[in-house]
C-alpha cells in the first residue's frame, strides 16, 4: 500500500508540474554534490554546502585593495545550488531564438587587442566577438541586463526560480572551505591546471598584465570545464571570463550582508553592477577570490560572462 501511495504522489506530482509548466524533474536532493539540470539544454546544477565562510582578503595578500575592506564571517543557511559552467554560446543562443530577446545596448563591446586595448568596437557583440569562440565557450559581451533576462526566461521555462548569484555567494562558492586568494592554494604557477588567465600563452599575443608563470594553452577565451574543478565541483570559478553577480555597485565593500543576499543598500549604485573571477585577460592582481569589478549594467566587453544559481527546498 506504502509504494502504492507513493507512486500514486508522484503522478499527482508530475501532473500538477505539466499544468503549471514546471518541469516535473524539479523535485531534487538537496544534499551537497547533487548534481542536477531541468531540462535536457538547462545548465547542470551543482548543490554546494551550507555553512559559515571567512570571506575579503588580509592586508597582505597579493593584490589587495583597500576597498575591499576587512575580513569578514558570513553564513549561507540555504541550499544553494551553482551552475557548474559559465553560460555558453550554446545556451545563450537557444534563448535568444526561443525568445526574440534583443540585447540591451548590444551596439558595442569593450574589446582587445595586441599590445592595447581598442576600447569599445560597435561590430563586435556576443555572437560576434571579435575573438575566436566555439559553442561551449563561455558567452562574452553580454551586459548584466542581458544575465538577467537569461535567468529570468530560465525560471519561465523551468518553473524554479534562477538568478544571478551575490558577490557573497560567489566568493563563497568559489573559495569552496579555502583561504587565500586561490582555491588551489598558495602558488600561482598552479593556476594553469585549474583557471584560464593572463598566462605564457597570453603574452605571445598581448602585452599587458602582469601573468601568471604558467601556461594554459589558451590565449582567448577556453571552452567552459577545460581546467580542474574547485573542492565543490564547480569550473572556473576564477578566470575566463568575469560574471556578473546581483550587486550594485559599491565604491568599497564596507559592511556587506552577512547573509547571501544581494548588496544593493548603503552607498549602492544600482545602475552599475558587480563582477567577480577574473577573466582570460587578467592577472595576478585580479584573478582572486576578493576581487571584483562594477560597471555599468548595460556594459559589455570580451571579458564578461556570467552563470546562474537557484536556491533549493529545505
Known sequence: MTRVLCVLTGVIF???????????????????????????????????PKGKATLGSEPWEQGHLPVEGLVREVTIDYALAVSKYETTRTQFAE??????????????????????????VEWHTWDSPGIYQEPTHPVICVSWQDGTAFADWLSKKTGREYRLPSTTESEY???????????????????????????NSFRQVYKFDAPFDCDDGYQNTAPVGTFKP??????????NVWEWTSDCGHSAII???????????????????????????TGTSQVRASAQYYFADVYHSQIAGFRVVTVMGD
Not at 574547485?230 to 578566470?239: A, F, I
Open 95 to 120: 534563448f535568444i531564438a526561443k525568445t526574440g530577446y534583443e540585447p540591451v545596448d548590444n551596439s558595442q563591446c569593450f574589446s582587445w587587442n595586441y599590445s592595447r586595448y581598442l576600447g569599445f
Open 173 to 199: 562558492a568559489t573559495r569552496a572551505g579555502t583561504r587565500g586568494p586561490w582555491f588551489w592554494g598558495p602558488n600561482s604557477f598552479e593556476a594553469c591546471d585549474y583557471a584560464n588567465v593572463a598566462d
Open 255 to 281: 559592511n556587506p550582508p552577512s547573509d547571501g543576499s544581494a548588496w544593493t543598500g548603503g552607498d549602492a549604485d544600482c545602475s552599475m553592477r558587480t563582477l567577480r573571477s577574473g577573466s582570460w585577460v
Open 14 to 48: 508530475a501532473a500538477s508540474a505539466s499544468l503549471f509548466g514546471a518541469n516535473p524533474a524539479m523535485a531534487q536532493s538537496t544534499d551537497p554534490g547533487s548534481i542536477f539540470k531541468d531540462c535536457e539544454t538547462c545548465p547542470d546544477m551543482v548543490v554546494i
Open 230 to 239: 574547485n573542492p565543490w565541483g564547480l569550473h572556473d570559478m576564477l578566470g
